[in-house]
């Protein structure tokens, strides 16, 4: 039986493309930055989604496995970048994939539906090579949303559908440290100029400035 969470991201898939992310489109830069995709990775793209993300780490000629457990999302996913093996999996338990198979993952703004922030994490941790790097990127749990007004959130609204973990900033620190990674980079993204034209000119002007975004860059040494 899937999950609450699955089956509302089967249900925004159709749709999901149609309208700009505003926390995807801020961290959109930093995160490639981050990834810094090159012809020689092996790249997990875990929650992949419709595949943004994998499609350009392809581009750059890395080779990219998505994962995601939304079958519809896959199959949108599939047929955008044909470059990239995509498989049916769940954060929350044991990945499909052998110790050390990957140098890179990146993880965009899906450990947010993960209840078990631990295991999941390890287990990035299991599937990473020895000196490969873990990219994460979730709202900042810091982030204040009083006045935080979109124009449009199309059909489908997120937090009214899915199952939603509000993990802390000192999770997210015991989880890395109890893993055994070590910290590279940790970045905080604040609101700005990328997303003005995703939020009320009031909001925008109430918000601006305030952190939305946090991107940790880990390395398995």
């Known amino acids: 039986m899937k999950s609450r969470t699955e089956r509302a991201y089967d249900i925004w898939a159709h749709d999901y493309d149609n309208h700009p992310n505003p926390h995807i489109l801020l961290e959109h830069d930093d995160v490639l930055k981050l990834v810094s995709p090159k012809r020689s990775d092996e790249i997990l793209d875990a929650g992949c989604g419709t ?82 790097i873990l990219v994460f990127s ?3 749990p810091d982030m204040d949303w009083n ?19 509000h993990h802390k900033f000192k999770d997210y620190l015991f989880a890395v440290d109890n893993a055994g990674f070590k910290i590279d980079t940790i970045k905080q993204l604040p609101i700005n100029k990328k997303i003005e034209l995703l939020l009320t000119p009031k909001s925008y002007r109430i918000v601006k400035g305030r952190f939305e975004i946090i991107i940790f860059r880990l390395n398995k040494t």
């Open 51 to 132: 595949g943004k993300y994998a499609l350009e780490f392809s581009n750059k000629g890395a080779e990219v496995t998505g994962i995601d457990f939304s079958d519809k999302m896959l199959e949108i996913a599939g047929k955008k970048c044909p470059g990239v093996k995509f498989y049916k999996d769940d954060l929350q338990k044991k990945l499909s994939f052998r110790n050390g198979k990957f140098n890179k993952i990146n993880c965009a703004q899906t450990l947010k539906h993960v209840r078990k922030l631990n295991f999941t994490i390890k287990e990035f941790h299991r599937v990473l090579k020895k000196g490969g």
């Open 138 to 140: 979730v709202t900042h």
């Open 147 to 165: 006045g935080y007004e979109t124009k449009s959130h199309g059909n489908f609204i997120l937090g009214e559908n899915s199952d939603i973990y």
